[in-house]
């Protein structure tokens, strides 16, 4: 018989990439009975995993999610798994509750929550030391009740081992099948950028930056907030821009093949200086250069393995400079492109990640 496992998100899409494509597809193949509860999606079967759909129409943002968690919590009773793992922070609760009932708990957390907090526009600044100092007290202490805890990061893997002696690191490293594709020498784009489009993930000095180059820049992902939309689509280098939307995996993974380097420049805010982003890690498997903000973790990578150039994210004129570098030395770019390519596959792709989820899930079920 085997072993049931149930994944719950009430925050993420269905098809998450570190939920769905990396955590719970790889579960199923290894031959877990794996089911995924999301909130208002489509409940449905795909690619070994039974999604489960909740749904929650309450009004007032504080009451839907404390009534989101509960139905999550009785759709996840229903389920009956083996081993429970939960994803987002809302879902504390939950996870002590399943804890209270005798089950096996995983908390996966993607983001270093407490130093998150601090770069919250929306909660006053005076107070949001005081909200983080309190949430990192709370999670410490459910934290440390769970048969597990997985960071996103190392960073926070150290944070959380102090608390909990299993915790471990899965890396959200690039499925290598994903990005098996020929790279285009029709070079139709020249800077991409992929993901949630904000000002703290420097959109604002990405668009300014292309009054000092001839470059253009394609951009793919959806904007954090209206306001912000607004205020970057009136800037004068907004008409550089190719604006995508969101895009598949697929319809990304082509645009990459066409594009001559990629960009990642978040500000220095704390929940960013030591986290790894995707998109770095997806950019060297597609063979790009990169330019990439200079913090100390992104910069020993970038070094290392002679993938692109680290700059200064606050500064337009330094982001541009990269850029006219990495576009008059074609055969450098080039180079580089293969070096990080080169980089994923030996080093940062999901196999590795994926056999030290596959250990964990072991050890915890024995």
Known sequence: MKNKICHITTVH???DTRIFQKECVSLANHGFDTH???ANQKSETSKGVQIHNITSTTSGRLYRMWKTTQIALEKALEIDADIYHF????LLPVGIKLKKFGKKVIYDTHEDVPRQILSKYYIPSLIRPFVATIFEIYENR?????DAVITATPFIRDRFLKINTRTIDINNYPILEKFNIEISNEKTHDICYVGLISKIRGIEEMIRMLKFTKAKMTLIGEFQSKEEETFIKNLPTWKKVNFLGKK???EVAKILSQSKMGIVIFHPEPNHINAQPNKIFEYMAASLPIVTSDFPLWKSIVTKYNTGICVNPLAPKEIASAVNVLLKNKEQSIQMGKNGQKA???????????????????????
């Not at 459910?142 to 769970?146: D, G, P, Q, S, T």
């Open 13 to 15: 899409n269905a098809k």
């Open 36 to 38: 995924l509860i999301v």
């Open 87 to 90: 994803h987002d922070p809302e």
């Open 142 to 146: 459910i934290a440390a009740k769970m």
């Open 248 to 250: 598949n995996s697929q």
């Open 344 to 366: 994923v596959q030996e080093v940062f792709n999901w196999k590795q990640e994926n056999e030290k989820l596959i250990n964990l899930y072991q050890q915890i079920l024995k």
